[in-house]
């Protein structure tokens, strides 16, 4: 049997808005129960915008280095692919971002159909929210195009 290394050239990468160093792809939305399965493609060595988890999320290092860091930019904690990490909505703000390659991330969203994130400037005003509407309405043109 031959195991081959994971592959994300067939995935149709959107962009969300202006932010840098982030891509994504919606897998699912199931509306009734609240819950939204996306995969997260952060740019190698670059950080993407501070915000926060308004909502549950559990997550899956699918390639590469998970890296978290705080608001001022100092690296918190580094997920090796293959970690599973189940966290709570938080109001601590924070910064994602990929290792020495890009990483791709699966999100399970959950519990929810309100805000889902909050963007923040640096002085920690939310600059927009990004809500469950949102994604759906986001879901909706990743299938027609």
Known sequence: MTLHAFDDNRIRWQKLGDFEHLLYFILDINEELKIIDVLFKFSANQQIVLHRHKVHNNTFVVQGEHRLYEADGRLKEVRPVGSYTVSPPSDEPHREGGGDQDVIVLFSIRGS??????????????AAT???????NLFQLQRSA
């Open 113 to 126: 159909d309100g805000v889902l994130y909050e963007i923040l400037n640096d002085d920690l005003s939310i």
């Open 130 to 136: 990004l809500s469950m509407q949102d994604l759906i």
